[in-house]
């Protein structure tokens, strides 16, 4: 019996996939455990693997598609096999696949500025398009007017948009908005009357002989969401930084004692970064302020500490969240800490792990970097960040004595919170920090 194949659906905030290559074509045979074909959302990358064997019978979706979850994307089953009874709703994404293959091609910002849209066109409905395209859209101000939709039953998909960013079709906020409300675009109209415009600036500003080589590569979607989400941030908030530093003789101390004895104990590797964590989500619950997000109007105080834990990653910075970290034992914080990072690394990260964090760390210090200024994820109020160890200088007893210390840097939203409370907080957590055994007796 055949049996249809669906994008699966990755994390409750995910509702659509983009597929990113096909393992196998229709007539392929197909054994349990094959890679069928490979997708990603916005930070994280995935490979389907088949339940079923059988012969690969139809395929609904081509690579570069950005599908809805649960939409079926092949069919699996016995050569000559009549599958009509599940292609059901798919019939148009079929009809889709059948459609000239110049649709699918890439195209350049001239031949772009070409592509009228007429079948975009508003007519006072809201318009079919995909959460991914829509959400391209509102990050991009993209000028919905002017978008070709290639996606099943005339639907916008993202690389739709795409086309039209290339072509420099954008709008204002407020047009793109009211054109997702179905509202006309003035924007629209207006860059419908002159629509080689775009792509003739492009091509004077770009000299016919250049001596000087370079390469332009699209920007990843992970790329464009951290620049979005930055540019909102500095933008919008008023973000003030304050610096300190702790005396880490203690902190070294014990975790020389934890990496000499841990093993035999059961204990994982505990890092510096791991009890800057632990010790930062045990303050955070006397500083709601920093603990909460900034609304607009209103602000949410959280009952728990959601702590993001920023990581590199060769796709880009990536802030997977460890719930609830402040009724972690600091073996069980260290040890989550490391899964999340491996799967954030791994691009296998589910996105519900990547969002809902109440405050944030971002780790430099392996980096050499003596002092820097984070900036907020919002809508979060503040943000730490961890510096270099290094060392410095104090009196005692008359005579200078080193001392290693590690400097932090706290990001605040202003709005949210004054400075002096802000203060409060960097100087409780570099007490803490300084006394760190008395943290694991609480």
């Known amino acids: 019996m055949a049996t249809a194949v669906i994008m699966p659906r990755q994390g409750q905030s995910v509702e659509s996939c983009i597929i990113t290559s096909w393992s ?7 054994a349990k455990g094959d890679v069928l074909f490979s997708y990603e959302t916005d930070k994280s990358a995935f490979d389907e693997v088949s339940e079923v064997e059988g012969t690969v019978l139809k395929i609904l979706a081509e690579e570069g598609d950005d599908v809805p979850c649960l939409d079926v994307v092949c069919i699996i089953g016995a050569e000559g096999e009549d599958i009509s009874a599940l292609l059901g709703g798919a019939s148009a994404s079929a009809a889709t696949q ?72 954008t709008a204002s906020p407020a047009e793109t908005e009211a054109y997702l409300k179905g509202e006309k675009s003035a924007a629209g109209a207006k860059a419908a009357a002159a629509p080689a415009a775009p792509a003739a600036a492009a091509d004077a500003a770009v000299p016919a002989a250049s001596g000087t080589g370079y390469t332009d590569e699209k920007l990843p979607q992970i790329r ?19 610096n300190a530093s702790f005396d880490a003789t203690a902190i070294l101390k014990l975790r020389a004692s934890i990496k000499a004895g841990g093993e035999a104990m059961g204990i994982g590797n ?34 728990g500490v959601h702590l993001g834990v920023a990581v590199d990653t060769e796709r880009g910075l990536m802030v997977p969240t460890l719930f609830d970290a402040d009724r972690l034992t600091l073996a069980e914080l260290a040890a989550a800490t490391k899964v999340l990072g491996k799967e954030a690394q791994a691009g296998t990260i589910s996105p519900d792990k990547l969002k809902g964090a109440s405050f944030t760390v971002s780790n430099l210090g392996p980096t050499g970097i003596e002092s820097f200024t984070p900036v907020i994820n919002p809508p979060q109020t503040g943000i730490l960040g961890v510096c270099s160890l290094t060392k410095r200088v104090r009196e005692e007893n008359g005579a200078p004595v080193f001392y290693p210390c590690i400097p932090l840097s706290l990001t605040f939203d202003h709005r949210a919170i004054d400075g002096a409370p802000a203060a409060r907080f960097l100087h409780e957590l570099c007490t803490a920090l300084e006394s760190f055994e008395l943290l694991l007796v609480k």
Request: a positive charge; zero cysteines.
């Open 98 to 169: 059948a459609a000239p293959a110049e649709s699918e091609k890439p195209i350049s910002p001239a031949a772009a500025a070409e592509i009228v849209s007429t079948a975009g066109e508003n007519d006072g409905e809201r318009i079919k398009i995909s959460p991914r395209a829509k959400n391209l859209a509102v990050r991009t101000d993209a000028d919905l007017s002017r978008v070709t939709p290639t996606g099943p039953e005339g639907r916008i998909i993202e690389r739709d948009i795409v086309r039209a960013l290339d072509a420099g079709y």
């Open 24 to 30: 196998k074509k229709v007539g392929d045979k197909v």
């Open 224 to 242: 464009r969401v951290i620049a979005k989400s930055m540019h909102a941030s500095l933008s919008e908030m008023a973000q003030l930084t304050l």
């Open 270 to 303: 505990v890092t510096i970064n791991d009890m800057i964590l632990f010790a930062a989500a045990k303050v955070l619950k006397h500083h709601r302020a920093l603990n909460a997000h900034f609304l607009g109007d209103t602000m949410r105080y959280f009952d």
